[in-house]
């Protein structure tokens, strides 16, 4: 196993891109409350679709190569999908039924201790012991966010699930990130999320029910596929690819901040004392360990030229 691997350049350009995917983590939880109601596999399944013509549009514009999976790499993206996609989404939609949007965003919160561990072992490296010392903290802190909002058993449940998710999302983009980069992650992940939510649309429920949704819901649906999945999903595996999935973990604590402040703009009150030590406790996490020596993930050499592939059209 390595101990160390070059040093990541740019801290702060390096973790612009994932707060950023973050914020509009913690702000897609409220924005999934217009959903409740909706056909949720249905619903999905044109968000990822219409976010797959994106990335594609957007990744032609930028002229970058969208490799082919090959082997194994076919088990991880379908496992990204699976979990980070259709798992997850369901978990936030049907959890925001029992449970504040917040909460859920707090569990999500909680996936720095997961990655920490977990994300270095993948990386073939050892954990850092900053990052260990920073996960429970920045964890804490969310928890104090919203960790008195309201929710029963079932939203706790949902709220475990979205937790599993949210970790499998970065967890299982390691192995394939060295080769496919953000960019080749980011599609064939999100169009394989879009064909398991088509299939299970098909088995479950029925497309013309997408009829029944109002001018909100496709509002709400637009969002999610441009901000929440083209946009987010890029930057968030650029600052995983960058600095490694065990200090990228920890800007998930910026979530439940994110979901508390879009949550008092849209009519959910002014944040209580609470809120504020929680933003206070989650800064001083992250600044404990993002700060110092960086290790970056493990890098391999470029794929030869010859394996790469156009992107699709």
Do not use: K
């Amino acid at each position: 196993m390595n101990t160390s691997a070059p040093p990541a350049s740019g801290t702060l350009r390096d973790l612009a891109p994932g707060t950023i995917g973050m914020v509009l983590l913690g702000g897609s939880v409220t924005v999934s409350r217009s959903l409740i109601h909706a056909p949720v596999f249905a619903t999905q399944a044109v968000r990822y679709a219409v976010a797959t013509l994106l990335l594609l549009a957007f990744a032609r514009v930028a002229r970058v190569t969208v490799l082919r999976p090959r082997g194994r790499e076919w088990l991880w993206l379908a496992g990204i999908a699976a979990t980070g996609l259709v798992l997850f989404n369901v978990a936030v939609v049907r959890g925001v039924e029992h449970a504040e949007p917040a909460v859920i965003a707090v569990a999500v919160a909680s996936v720095p201790i997961l990655l920490g561990v977990l994300g270095p072992l993948l990386e073939r490296r050892r954990p850092s012991r900053r990052v260990l010392w920073a996960a429970p903290v920045v964890m804490a802190g969310a928890v104090l966010v919203e960790g008195t909002g309201r929710t029963d058993a079932a939203g706790v449940a949902w709220a475990a699930l979205a937790l599993a998710c949210e970790a499998g999302f970065t967890l299982l983009a390691v192995p394939v990130l060295r080769r496919h980069g953000p960019w080749g992650v980011s599609v064939h992940a999100v169009w394989l999320g879009a064909v398991m939510l088509g299939v299970l649309t098909l088995l479950t429920g029925r497309p013309s029910d997408l009829l029944a949704l109002g001018p909100t819901q496709w509002a709400a649906v637009g969002y999610l596929a441009v901000m929440v999945t083209a946009v987010a999903f890029l930057l968030w595996y650029r600052t995983v690819a960058a600095v490694g999935a065990g200090r990228a973990g920890l800007l998930t604590g910026v979530a439940p901040l994110a979901a508390a402040a879009i949550g008092a703009c849209t009519g959910g009150g002014v944040p209580g004392l609470p809120v504020w030590l929680g933003l206070v406790v989650v800064v001083a996490g992250l600044a404990a360990g993002l700060t110092g020596p960086r290790r970056g993930p493990v890098r391999e050499r470029p794929a030869p030229q010859q394996e790469r592939a156009p992107a699709s059209p």
